[in-house]
């Protein structure tokens, strides 16, 4: 098991965290190398036999070293900047395994994409599609392209990562997307392959995946009636994951637990399969969340307690610069010891230094009584951690590690009070 108490002690893979702790100090991410690859493994065989492309979303987590497992196991890339187009083809992502999306794609983004010939631009506009088709024509190569259309789809998810309403910036609006493929049909240097849809983040029902199935293939249909060849369909990513009650120990108090009866992403793709697979597309899939949200914790320590006559404060290392989502979405993480010294509970407020009301990371939670100095882990927070890190209020950025099996690797380093002077 990746993450799990032993005597007591909490232990990543073999290693316990009090030592990560010592060595490494905190705040520090803390990755484990076996369960990113069982996740994605996981993920990748619900396809089996299946002609697709799974694609890790690099917006969750843009760690090279991590990237890197990734892409020695066959996964491709699914980027959405400049940067981490980079970033994918350092780690050795081949450039036929990686898409490029994003609503507002600068034209030397374009550029990039083009001169790396990556498999295709998931293009969110007609006014993109027609400088796509500039920049081709002028480096004199054939851009192949999906369009994103918007299906108006309630993923309900948070308003912030829902992206398939036809209220939101994101996509072609069905109703203009056989309009958008004859214009992208028509322009020079382009080449159409592929449907794409994305409904958001942290979706946690089969129902909206089961939609889009329908809407992909409904729209493969007229497509083709209309003389458009569409050879692969992309389902985006947004698989929901657990964040309550994922270590169970007699000691750890029992969270209120909503998402119980999360499917795992085979259930997710096993909804979409059957009318998928019909279309005689190939599947391209853009998980982020799934693959690597609960291979990563954030180790912090506990500067002090605080009491005042209606609230119990625990202050700790780790800020909102560190990890923004609590801050931004009022995102929910199970927040643990690594050891576990009473079976006594205390409701309590955990916060970080940073001069905000909002940087919190949880607000009167029950959690067993905690010391100063003691270590809390911040469970699932492999995916959209890291990458949201800030220097704001000029605290320095966390150093991350991967543990495999007994032994532990820095993969980036604790930025320095130098690196920030620069
Ligand atoms: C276009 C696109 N693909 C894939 C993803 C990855 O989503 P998730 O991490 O929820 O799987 C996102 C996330 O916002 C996205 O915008």
């Known amino acids: 098991m990746a993450l799990e108490y032993r005597n007591n002690e909490l ?145 309900e998810s948070h308003p912030y990562i829902s992206t398939a309403l036809k209220e939101h910036k994101f996509g072609i609006p069905a109703g203009e997307s056989r309009e958008a493929f004859r214009v992208a049909a028509s322009l020079p240097n382009l080449e159409v392959c592929g449907v794409h849809v994305h409904l958001g983040s942290q979706i946690v029902r089969k129902e909206p995946y089961t939609a889009a199935a329908t809407f ?52 997710f793709i ?45 202050i700790v290392d780790a800020g909102m610069n560190d990890l923004l989502r609590p801050s931004l979405y009022n995102a929910y993480h199970q927040i643990v010891p690594v050891r576990i010294e009473t079976y006594e509970h205390e409701k309590t407020d955990i916060v970080g230094p940073v001069c905000e009301t909002g940087d919190f990371f949880a607000r009167d939670r029950q959690m067993p009584k905690t010391k100063q100095r003691d270590l809390l882990a911040i469970l699932t927070t492999g995916a959209y951690g890291f990458v949201n890190a800030s220097n704001y209020n000029s605290r320095l950025r966390p150093a991350e590690v991967l543990v495999n099996g007994d032994r532990v690797r820095v993969i980036r380093p604790r930025q320095t009070m130098n690196e920030l002077a620069q």
Request: glycine residues 8%; contains cysteine.
């Open 11 to 155: 232990y990543c893979e073999d290693v316990p965290l009090t030592e990560l702790h010592e060595e490494f100090g905190t705040p520090l991410y803390v990755y484990s190398r076996t369960k990113l690859l069982e996740n994605f493994q996981a993920l990748d065989a619900a396809l089996s036999g299946i002609d697709h492309v799974t694609c890790f979303a690099l917006k969750a987590n843009s760690n090279v070293q991590l990237l890197k497992v990734l892409a020695e196991h066959g996964a491709g890339a699914d980027v959405v900047s400049g940067g981490e187009l980079l970033l994918a083809r350092k780690a050795g992502f081949p450039p036929e395994r990686m898409v490029f999306a994003g609503v507002g794609k600068r034209e030397d983004e374009l550029e990039f994409g083009l001169k790396e010939d990556i498999f295709c631009f998931n293009v969110e506009s007609v006014q993109e599609l027609q400088l796509i088709s500039r920049v081709a024509l002028r480096l004199q190569k054939t851009a192949r392209v999906a369009l994103r259309i918007n299906p108006d789809i309630n993923a």
């Open 216 to 267: 992909l293939s409904t729209l493969v249909r007229e497509l083709r009636g209309a003389g458009i060849s569409i050879a692969h369909v992309d389902i985006g990513g947004g698989f929901g994951v657990r964040y309550k009650n994922v270590l169970r120990h007699e000691g750890l108090p029992e969270e209120q637990d909503d998402q119980e009866s999360i499917p795992s992403p085979a259930q």
């Open 270 to 314: 096993d909804t979409m399969l059957p009318v998928l697979r019909e279309t005689g597309c190939r599947i391209w899939l853009e998980p982020g969340r799934a693959v690597i949200a609960d291979a990563g914790l954030l180790l912090t320590q506990v500067l002090y307690r605080k009491e005042n006559r209606s609230k119990r404060f625990l």
